[in-house]
Every structure is written in structure tokens, then in C-alpha cells.
């Protein structure tokens, strides 16, 4: 059971848009800033979002991050074929225990 | 171009040990905090442990305290991770990976290494 409550699954077209949701609490999200990680099949994870909405360099515009309260949110618009992955969210957890926590990952199926 | 390539896993049995490496280069290595994060087969990221620049400050998951050891060569350029009293659920594929500074910056981790098998199984 993760601490951060993320769909198990997501699907849309290509060219559409699709929202990933990233549910926790105010020991985590909200108080700390959030990040998001894209898992292609067989890859490593590749950061996409930081400091909630941040792109690294390189991550398309088509990524976007916000967040509110205890809730974030990635949005990907334009979906592409290539965008078939499982996409985490991640933060710190500040609770007793104090360590980083990502949400459990969400598949998204581009039909 | 920043490469983390690790090394190190395999087959252990229960209760054994097992010393994961990470070779780093195409940055400055020692101006970054370092993190271990590992997933298990068809599961999803579990962060296992920071390390500050200077290797003072470490953090970790509660499930490996007293069990992992987080540490690093500067010099060397490489980031360890010393594994004891491993479990099955131990099982993952172990990424090396640069972190960002401090507990604001802990869970931004970019980039990440290929990745290395660790099997605990009798």
C-alpha cells in the first residue's frame, strides 16, 4: 500500500489529453514539493516534473505538473504512441517515519 | 554525458550479504547527494536511501535500517550500497541514481542507472 494514491490506470487517444492524479496527506504533499517520473517498458525511470511543475531540460511542454493542498497532478496533452509508460509521483514524507515516498504507478494505455 | 552504471547484484541467499557499486561520471560527483531506489519484479519505486555530498548525512527507508548501509569514494567517483540479513522481499532491481539536495530536494532524482538484479532466494 502506497502512501500516495495514484490511478492504476489511464487511457486516451492519440493527440488527446489525460490527467494523472497523485492523492497524499499533509505530511507529504502537502507540505513538500512533488516530482514526477516517466518508466518506459524496460527502462529506468526518467524524471519529468520537479518542485511540482518544473520541467528538467529536454522534457517536452506537452508534460505539465501542479499541484494543490495535498493533490497533484500531471497532465500530458498531444499523446503520443510514445507515451505509453507507468508514470509515479514522488515527494518527502515528513511523518515519524521521514523518507521519500512515490505513489504506486500509473499505467497509461495510448489506443 | 552523466552516466551511473551499477554493478554488483545476483543471486543470495537468505540472510546473506551483497555489495552493489555505482560508477558515476560526466558531473562532479561529490557536489551531489546520491540515492539508491530499487522496484521489485512487476512493481513499482521504492526510494531505499540518501546520501549527503560529504557522505554526513544519510537517510533511509525503515524497512532496511540496521540491515543497508549507504556510502560513497569521492575520489572514486562511485556511491555503495552494503546489503545484510537480506530478505525475499529484498528481490528488486537496485538504481543508482543522483539526487537532489537535502529533504526539499530528496525525491528529485535525476538521472537514474540501467540497474542492477538483486535475487534473494534459496
Known amino acids: 500500500q502506497s502512501v500516495l494514491t495514484q490511478p492504476p490506470s489511464v487511457s486516451a487517444a492519440p493527440g488527446q489529453k489525460v490527467t494523472i492524479s497523485c492523492s497524499g496527506s499533509?505530511?507529504?504533499?502537502?507540505?513538500?514539493?512533488v516530482s514526477w517520473y516517466q518508466q518506459l517498458p524496460g527502462t529506468a525511470p526518467k524524471l519529468l516534473i520537479y518542485?511540482?511543475?518544473k520541467r528538467p531540460s529536454g522534457i517536452p511542454d506537452r508534460f505539465s505538473g501542479s499541484k494543490s493542498g495535498t493533490s497533484a497532478t500531471l497532465d500530458i496533452t498531444g499523446l503520443q504512441t510514445g507515451d505509453e509508460a507507468d508514470y509515479y509521483c514522488?515527494?518527502?514524507?515528513?511523518?515519524?517515519?521521514?523518507?521519500?515516498?512515490f505513489g504506486g504507478g500509473t499505467k497509461l494505455t495510448v489506443l | 554525458e552523466v552516466q551511473l552504471v551499477e554493478s554488483g547484484g545476483g543471486l543470495v541467499q537468505p540472510g546473506g550479504s551483497l555489495r552493489l557499486s555505482c560508477a558515476a561520471s560526466?558531473?562532479?560527483?561529490?557536489?551531489?547527494?546520491m540515492s539508491w531506489v530499487r522496484q521489485a519484479p512487476g512493481k513499482g519505486l521504492e526510494w531505499v536511501a540518501n546520501?549527503?555530498?560529504?557522505?554526513?548525512?544519510?537517510f533511509y527507508v525503515d524497512s532496511v535500517l540496521g540491515r543497508f548501509t549507504i556510502s560513497r569514494d569521492n575520489a572514486e567517483n562511485s556511491l555503495y550500497l552494503q546489503m545484510k540479513s537480506l530478505r525475499a522481499d529484498d528481490t528488486a532491481v537496485y538504481y543508482c541514481?543522483?539526487?537532489?539536495?537535502?529533504?526539499?530536494?530528496?525525491?528529485?532524482?535525476?538521472?537514474w542507472g540501467q540497474g542492477t538484479l538483486v535475487t534473494v532466494s534459496s
Open positions: 499533509s505530511s507529504n504533499i502537502g507540505n513538500n514539493h
Open positions: 514522488g515527494t518527502w514524507d515528513s511523518s515519524l517515519s521521514a523518507e521519500v515516498v
Open positions: 518542485d511540482n511543475y
Open positions: 541514481a543522483r539526487a537532489g539536495a537535502g529533504i526539499v530536494g530528496a525525491s528529485v532524482v535525476d538521472p
Open positions: 560526466g558531473f562532479t560527483f561529490s557536489n551531489y547527494w
Open positions: 546520501i549527503k555530498q560529504d557522505g554526513s548525512e544519510k
